[in-house]
């Protein structure tokens, strides 16, 4: 942005043709366990116990990929930060917020099924919080077009009140809230995943600013964490009724049902909404090698 003081400690606007990559080591100390599946339990009598499906060893393949992948040399790296309750209470309650950190305090707690806030979890959840702001802050202040924060635990299943699905804050909803507070006046949320990205659409489930789209499976509800069903009749509330679309998609779809899908709904939902603002969900669990 011409005329824009540029902090020493950020590259030179120079680098906006670049994938700007928001990152920090700290992510890695959230510790999920052993068990089967993610239940974190041992029945007894097997001799090797699986890894909880979110583990530190997801994450570190993704970064070899960004390291040594083929776009690695339009790669820009920069370092995340720790979040700050102020701003977790920009999407969060103050009570949810207290019992996070006195679970943390306390030594851990089984916050819901599958998801085990353990010694470490809690930094881990703030790094990738903060991660996100550093990410959507660096867009804001037009060091950049494109930035990817890749922060684990991840968030989208995050409510306001409530944790579900190995989730405990709500990045994409804080980065939102972030922008929407610096000027932005419409926001499109598209979430890609195997699972339906309800917290982030419960967050704005009222509000006309964002627009929540989720690609995911037919999958409904899962209890009393994940209340929300991600059918098509879930379209928002009050000045937020027509500002939630779900896309529940059979299981097995490929890339040209999803291409299909992007560009008869996504599209011209994105088109007629005319948002200032993108922020992209994007879920593994969804993708295959073949």
Known sequence: MAGQHVP????????????????HDGMLGHD??????DTGTDPGF?????KHPENPDRVRNMLSIL?????APFISWQTGRHAVTSELLSFHSREYVNELVEADKTGGKTICSGTFLNPGSWDAALLAAGTTLTAMKYILDGFGN??????????????PTQADGYCFLNNAGLAVQL?????????????????????T????????KVLTISLHMNHGSWGASHPQSGTVDELGKEEGFGYNLNIPLPNGTGDRGYKYAMTELVIPAVQKFKPDMI????????SAVS
Do not use: M
């Open 8 to 23: 020493p400690s950020l590259p030179s606007p120079s680098t906006s043709a670049h994938l700007h990559v928001f990152w």
């Open 67 to 71: 390291k040594r992948g083929p776009i």
């Open 201 to 208: 659409a419960e967050g704005f489930y009222h509000s006309d």
């Open 179 to 199: 922008a929407l507070g610096s000027g932005c006046k419409k926001i499109v949320v598209i979430d890609i995943d195997v699972h339906y990205g309800n917290g």
């Open 32 to 37: 999920t366990g052993k068990g089967v599946f």
């Open 279 to 286: 922020v992209l969900v994007v879920g593994q669990d969804s």
């Open 146 to 159: 494109i930035a990817y924060s890749l922060v684990r635990p991840p968030g989208h299943h995050a409510q």
């Open 46 to 50: 097997l001799d090797v116990l699986e």
